[in-house]
């Protein structure tokens, strides 16, 4: 078994939607299985880097958007405790039980009442993954005020398929890894290594995922 880091460098222009997105990271749904990328066991000894902290993954996105009109992933940041209990409310089903986040497993790691508002934001993030090889989002970072997003995987059969399932994931994150509020929205995001062109940051909630 396999944990290799992907990813995914969102340029960020208009394109296409999130089902021709997910091709350049897991493919078009229905061509089969690739080989994972080559990886050092050793990149994925911490589920997550410091100042990034997983508190739950769900399956599904938020809303029922038409996914072939969303972007590949998206970033909504609740900066104060009212919010971002709204935001585990609404993201995170009160009958889900605990996960393994250190596989990506659906499921609660932590609580919101953990995170500190002095000096951290709640982050949900919605993207996709490969239906055997669960993914979550490992490292978040602003340079040059360019969001850059580094997500991992877990492929216990070092292979995965190319579908795209999306999931979601509620995280607590250190506020100097993220942009000012008033720099929210912005497009200027980078997953990975590979060029999508679509994604975006945005102040919880995000209208258009639940227009």
């Known amino acids: 078994m396999q944990f290799g880091k992907r990813t995914i460098v969102v340029m960020l222009a208009a394109g296409l939607g999130v089902g021709a997105a997910a091709g350049c990271a897991e493919s078009e749904p229905g061509t089969g299985a690739e080989p994972t990328a080559d990886a050092d066991p050793s990149d994925s000894e911490s589920p997550a880097a410091d100042g990034v902290q997983p508190l739950a993954k769900v399956e599904g996105w938020r809303s029922d958007a038409d996914m072939q009109q969303m972007p590949f992933a998206v970033v909504e940041v609740a900066a104060d405790a009212d919010t971002a209990e709204q935001a585990w409310q609404?993201?995170?089903p009160e009958d889900l039980g605990e996960g393994d986040s250190d596989v990506g497993e659906p499921g609660v790691y932590g609580s919101p009442d953990d995170v500190d508002?002095?000096?951290q934001v709640?982050?949900?993030?919605h993207s996709g993954e490969s239906g055997s090889c669960p993914?979550?989002?490992?490292?978040?970072?602003?340079?040059?005020g360019s969001v850059t997003i580094e997500r991992d995987q877990y492929s216990p059969d070092d292979v995965c398929t190319d579908d795209y399932n999306p999931y979601r994931?509620?995280?607590a994150v250190d506020q100097d890894r993220l942009p000012e509020l008033d720099q929210l929205p912005t497009e200027d995001i980078s997953i990975d290594e590979a060029i999508i062109d679509q994604g975006r940051v945005v102040t919880y909630p995000d209208a258009v995922l639940d227009g």
């Open 169 to 171: 994931m509620v995280l």
């Open 90 to 92: 609404e993201n995170v």
């Open 122 to 125: 709640v982050v949900v993030w």
């Open 117 to 119: 508002f002095d000096d």
């Open 135 to 144: 993914t979550w989002l490992a490292d978040i970072d602003t340079v040059d």
